[in-house]
């Protein structure tokens, strides 16, 4: 579903302006420990985009009780970390498997898809920035019908079935009956087809078809005959989703994606391997194609990097801890100083032109503040780390009646 939402957009960017922003501005606003979270500057008028954005898309499923009542607690069953760089004119998508092994804030290591349940959007957003050591500065999050409702509204796709296949969850309400060989398929069809993981890759295997889907989908957005089905789409949009983006920065990512469609489109998915109940996590390549994919740098650049961490006198400890933390996300040349340091927030300080660097470092410490001083002395990278309080929202028990 990555590359769904920013060429949906594109595609309908051309299309009556004020009729777009109005059916976008129907797109539901998330709760509110997620609406609009403070942002630095990423968009300017008209229409330009200034910065880096990163969107987290997240599918949700759907929980039954033991009567086979829908509960208000869902799962994240699909999680992709879309890049939108107007420095280097891409977009890259990473797709997380939602088996993947993760820590969860509050709650401790657990299939990373455990973590909207406990805690929505925002302690998904949270876990996905800690596995990552990646800024996550919106969300989209997908129904269970979403998809689906997207693919009818342009008339379905045709898709190369690789395989014969069939699957029945009585107790979901759902059936899988596909025939090897091309098809036109409608929206349930292809969402079975892209949600069939019972084969030997599992959910590798499903993640893979996502990623052939959103080729075709790409392909037919592209149509001119598309612009047709502009109406249905927006609806469809409107009424399935819900997002901390604003319509007009909706817009904005539309019409970069739309001026920049001949430019590299990326996809991966986390590198891993099969292990009992999880994929897990390889950082030994994860860590390398996060530095490129979101922050523009080399591995070997990163390594290169000197960073300097200070704490405030007798917490010596947090400086230590903040510097294993750096060296796990690909930080080599890391040394902790005696120097006293003052700051009330864990502050990371970069005194280099270019602050890729120094964003890998802030989104690796959490809610670390960055802040640019060219001018001074000192180390490429200073870190001030300082004891950060409790976030007593970061992550609690599903709730059968509750609304997360």
Known sequence: MARAIPLLVATVGGLALGGYIYLLAQVAVGPADVARRPQARLFAWPFRLVDRVNVLVIGVDVTLDGRRRVLNVSRADSLILVSVDPKRRRIAALAIPRDTRAFIPGIGETKINASYAYGGPRLTIRTVEHLLAVKVHYYVKLGPQSFAQLIDAIGGLDVDVEKDMRYTDSWAGYSINLKKGRHHLNGDQVTGYIRFRHDEMGDIGRVERQRKVMNTLVRRLRQPETILHAPS????????????????????????????????????????????????????????????????????????????????????????????????????????????????????????????????????????????????????????????????????????????
């Open 233 to 404: 789409l927006l609806r469809a949009f409107a009424r399935n989703t819900q997002t901390d983006l604003g319509a007009v920065e909706l817009m904005t990512l539309g019409l970069f994606a739309l001026r920049a469609k001949d430019a590299p489109l990326l996809e991966y998915t986390l590198p891993g391997g099969f292990a009992p109940m999880y994929w897990e996590p390889d950082f030994g390549r994860i860590r390398p194609l996060v530095a490129d994919l979101f922050y523009g740098l080399s591995a070997a650049e990163l390594a290169d990097t000197l960073v300097e961490v200070r704490s405030p006198p007798g917490q010596a400890a947090l400086a230590w801890q903040a510097a294993a933390r750096l060296q796990e996300v690909g930080f080599h040349n890391v040394k902790v100083s005696t120097q006293p340091a003052a700051a009330e927030v864990t502050t990371v300080v970069a005194r280099m032109p270019e602050a890729g660097a120094a964003r890998l470092a802030a989104a690796a410490l959490g809610r670390a503040v960055l802040r640019h001083d060219l001018g001074a002395a000192g180390a490429p990278i200073t870190v001030i780390a300082v004891r950060q309080p409790i976030d007593r929202a970061q992550g609690t028990l599903p709730r059968r009646n509750g609304s997360q």
